[in-house]
C-alpha cells in the first residue's frame, strides 16, 4: 500500500526527530554503565574511605565519653562525623555525576531541546488522558509487555549470575567457619568482588543488547512512506511549478539584461540563419573584447534587429560566430585562440585604422583562430 512506512528514514527526518528529542537511547545501557563507573571509583578510592573510616573510629573511641554527651550541644558532637562522610562522599558523587554526564553525551550526542516538555493541547484532552492511562496499566499493551517480559529477564540474569558465582566457591565460605578474622574478610572480599564483576559483565551485555533493540524499534518507528519521501524532496528541492517560474523569470532577466547592452556593442558577429554575438572591446575594462549578447535562432534575430536600429555593425562570419556562442560565456571575456579572428573583425569594422589594439601575450596564435578547446 502507498501508506506503508517501508522506506528507511532520511537524514533530514532523524535530523527533524532530533530536534524533536525523539532519539534512541537505552537506560538498561545507562544503567550499566554508570554502576560500572561506581564499582570503579569505589575500588579506587576504597584506601581513601578506609582511611577515613579508620580515623572516624578513632575519635570515636579516644575523644567521646559517654559522660561528657551533652544533648544541648549535638552539632558540636556530629561535626566531625559529618565532616568525614562529606570528605567519603564528596568525591564519589562527584565522579558518579561526571560519569553519567558523559555516558549520556556519548549515548545520545550534543542535544538540547524543550521539545519533549512542552504542553500538548491534544492530549490534555479527557479522551487522549484516559486512553494513556489504559495504555499505561494494561499489561498486555505491546510496550508494556515487552518491557515487563525484560525486566523480568534482567532480573533473572543477574540474580542467576550473583548466585551462581557465590555457589561455585561455597566450599570456600563454608570454610570461614574457625578462621581467624583477617583471612575471613580477605576471603569475603575476594568472592563479593568476584560476583560483582560478573553481574556488571552480564549488566552490559544486557545493555549492549538493548541499545541494538532500542536502535531497531527507533528506525522502526521513524520509517517513512514513499510519498512523504517524494513531499520531503520537494519540500527541500522546491516546488517544480515554482523553480520553473523563477527560472522563467531569471531567463527573461538575462535576456533583458543581454539586449539592453547590444547597442553598447562595437560589432555583432553574426551566422544569418543561427547565432549572433556582440562583442564590444574596451581596454580599460579588459584586455580582449568581451560578450555582451548572444542568441541562437529567435534570439539571433532580436540581437541583429536591435544593432541595426542602433547602428551596430553586424560582420558575418559564421565559424566564428558559432565559436563564440560555445566557447564563450555572457559577460566573458573571449579566449585566446580566438584573439586573431575577433582582431581581423575589429579591424574591419573600424577602418584601416584598425580597433585599438588588445594586449596578446599568448605564444599559440598562429594556430587557427576557429579552433576550439
Same mark, same amino acid.
Given at each position: ?5 517501508? #522506506? ?8 527533524? #526527530?532530533?530536534?524533536?528529542?525523539? $532519539? ?118 505491546? &510496550? ?46 575476594? $568472592? ?13 551485555? $544486557?545493555?549492549?543488547?538493548? &541499545? ?9 518507528? $521513524?520509517?517513512?512512506? &514513499? ?77 541583429? #534587429? ?45 577602418? &584601416? ?21
Amino acid at each position: 500500500m502507498a501508506d506503508e512506512k517501508t #522506506e528507511e528514514a532520511t537524514p533530514k527526518r532523524r535530523e527533524d #526527530e532530533r530536534k524533536k528529542g525523539n $532519539i534512541s537511547k537505552s537506560q538498561d545501557m545507562s544503567s550499566a554503565l554508570t554502576i560500572t563507573a561506581g564499582c570503579g571509583f569505589l575500588f579506587v578510592l576504597a584506601p581513601h574511605i578506609l582511611e577515613k573510616l579508620k580515623n572516624l573510629m578513632h575519635y570515636s573511641l579516644t575523644h567521646i565519653s559517654p559522660s561528657e554527651i551533652e544533648t544541648n550541644d549535638i552539632i558540636t558532637i556530629l561535626g566531625p562525623y559529618a565532616k568525614i562522610t562529606g570528605e567519603i562522599m564528596l568525591p564519589f558523587l562527584l565522579g558518579i555525576a561526571a560519569a553519567t554526564i558523559l555516558i549520556m553525551r556519548l549515548q545520545v550526542g550534543s542535544l538540547f531541546t524543550l521539545e519533549k516538555i512542552k504542553p500538548k493541547i491534544d492530549k490534555l484532552t479527557p479522551q487522549s488522558i484516559v486512553n494513556g492511562l489504559k495504555k499505561m496499566v494494561n499489561p498486555f499493551e505491546p &510496550k508494556n509487555l515487552v518491557e515487563l517480559s525484560k525486566s523480568f529477564l534482567k532480573v533473572a540474569i543477574v540474580g542467576y549470575v550473583g548466585f551462581s558465582t557465590v555457589n561455585a566457591r561455597m566450599d570456600e565460605l563454608l570454610g570461614l567457619l574457625g578462621m581467624d578474622i583477617p583471612t575471613a574478610f580477605a576471603v569475603l572480599a575476594s $568472592i563479593l568482588t568476584q560476583m560483582i564483576l560478573n553481574i556488571i559483565v552480564a549488566m552490559l551485555i $544486557i545493555g549492549f543488547l538493548d &541499545k541494538k533493540y532500542q536502535d531497531y524499534e527507533y528506525n522502526k518507528s $521513524i520509517k517513512m512512506t &514513499k510519498q512523504e519521501i517524494k513531499d520531503e524532496w520537494k519540500n527541500m528541492e522546491g516546488d517544480p511549478i515554482i523553480k520553473s517560474k523563477i527560472k522563467s523569470a531569471q531567463m527573461q532577466f538575462m535576456k533583458q539584461k543581454m539586449m539592453s547592452a547590444v547597442p553598447t556593442a562595437d560589432v555583432v558577429v553574426a551566422n544569418p540563419t543561427h547565432f549572433s554575438v556582440a562583442l564590444k572591446y574596451d581596454k580599460d575594462i579588459a584586455p580582449a573584447p568581451i560578450v555582451v549578447a548572444k542568441g541562437v535562432d529567435y534570439m539571433a534575430f532580436k540581437i541583429r #534587429e536591435i544593432a541595426k536600429a542602433n547602428n551596430v555593425p553586424i560582420v558575418e562570419n559564421k565559424p566564428l560566430a558559432r565559436s563564440l556562442y560555445k566557447l564563450v560565456k555572457v559577460d566573458h571575456v573571449i579566449p585566446a585562440e580566438l584573439y586573431v579572428a575577433v582582431a581581423e573583425v575589429l579591424a574591419f569594422v573600424y577602418g &584601416k585604422d584598425g580597433p585599438p589594439k588588445m594586449k596578446i601575450n599568448n605564444p599559440n596564435l598562429n594556430q587557427n583562430p576557429n579552433a576550439r578547446r
